[in-house]
Structures are given as structure tokens and as C-alpha cells.
């Protein structure tokens, strides 16, 4: 894995469909119409946020955790020439032994069901491999959400197994989670 194409300078990843770009401060109302939306974080390990400063703080925390070289949110543009930001992707627990990375993504509701979630996991699988050169990307999944394991096995990851209360998420408690996974090899098929 080559982290350091990572985090050298903020990676801005684009395709015909989508672009992912860095959350900017610019960005607030986008931002706090995802996070203040309880339906966005149904199945989710993250607590809705009602509060505009509170999510104007957490704009910062993106930075920070970037700087710290431990994850990478990318604001979600339907289009290149788009300033709403639509969504929000990330990439975190970067493995450097094993050679591996976790990802996670949302959309603001509005955006559901348009396949902006799909491309966007697209582009974002095809920058780990073949530019950071990662031989893993997997992604945690509550077992009801179905929109989330849609996205996933259009993208070609496979389920690996239930979880069994394996994780403490906020607001739900400890939660089964279904594994999903997809390997360069497979990939490069």
C-alpha cells in the first residue's frame, strides 16, 4: 500500500459521473442537511447531528483526521460542475500490514436511489487500487439495510459472513454487522 499517495496532498477523484472532492467549510448546509437527517444514519453507527454548529465543528474534525493520516472523507458531486455536495464517502482504518482499508459512504435522502452511491463507491474502489495499490477494501454492513449491500454487490463485493455482536455503534447499541469485501485479484478480473 502506498499510503503517502493518500495523504500528501488531498486525493480529488473524478469520472464522468461523479466527483470527490475535500468537505469545505462551503460546504455546511450540504453537510448539515445529511447529518441532520435521522433516516440517513438508520443503519448507521453515527448519531444525527440537529445541531449547525456542531456540524460546522465537525467539518474541521474531516481536516483533522486527514492530517492525522487515520481517514479520508470526500464530499460526494453528482456532476464536476456541481457545488452541492450530495454525499459523503470516506476511507479509514488504513491497514498497512495486512494491506487492507474499511469504507463507508451516505447520501443526503434526496439523492437515494439515483446510483450517485454506486458510482461514487466505483470511483473511490478504483483509486485504492490502483493508486494506492491496496490488495483489500471491505465495508461494514447493519444486516437491514439493503440500499447500502445493493451498492456493494454492484461494485463486485461479496458478502463474507454475519458478524454476530460485533460492534458497539452509537445510538444502536452492539449490533450484528455483515462483512463485505472485494480483493484486487478480484477486481483486476
Known amino acids: ?25 462551503s460546504h455546511l448546509d450540504d453537510v448539515y442537511e445529511i447529518y441532520s437527517n435521522d433516516k440517513v444514519f ?9 445541531n449547525k454548529s456542531t456540524v460546522q465543528n ?3 474534525h474531516f481536516e483533522r483526521d486527514y492530517y492525522k493520516r487515520s481517514r479520508v472523507k470526500w464530499g460526494i458531486f453528482a456532476t464536476a460542475e456541481s457545488s452541492q455536495l450530495v454525499g ?8 498497512q ?12 435522502e434526496s439523492q437515494w436511489g439515483k446510483g450517485i452511491a454506486a458510482a461514487a463507491v466505483q470511483l473511490l474502489v478504483k483509486y485504492l487500487f490502483e493508486e494506492v495499490n491496496v490488495n483489500r477494501i471491505q465495508a461494514e454492513v447493519m444486516p437491514l439495510n439493503d440500499r ?15 458478524l454476530r455482536q460485533a460492534a ?13 469485501s472485494i480483493l484486487k485479484v478480484d477486481y483486476m478480473k
Not at 459523503?88 to 488504513?94: C, G, N, R, V
Not at 458497539?168 to 463485505?180: F, I, N, R
Request: charged share 25%.
Open 97 to 108: 500490514k495486512v494491506n487492507k482499508v474499511t469504507i463507508g459512504y451516505f447520501l443526503a
Open 148 to 162: 447500502s449491500k445493493r451498492v456493494l454487490l454492484k461494485n463486485g463485493f461479496v458478502l463474507e459472513g454475519t
Open 58 to 60: 465537525m467539518i474541521g
Open 1 to 25: 500500500m502506498n499510503i503517502d499517495v493518500v495523504f500528501e496532498q488531498f486525493p480529488i477523484l473524478k469520472s464522468d459521473a461523479i466527483l470527490l472532492k475535500k468537505i469545505e467549510d
Open 88 to 95: 459523503i464517502i470516506e476511507a479509514l482504518d488504513f491497514d
Open 42 to 50: 438508520e443503519f448507521c453507527g453515527i448519531i444525527p447531528k440537529h
Open 168 to 180: 458497539l455503534w452509537s445510538g444502536k447499541g452492539v449490533v450484528d454487522l455483515e462483512m463485505y
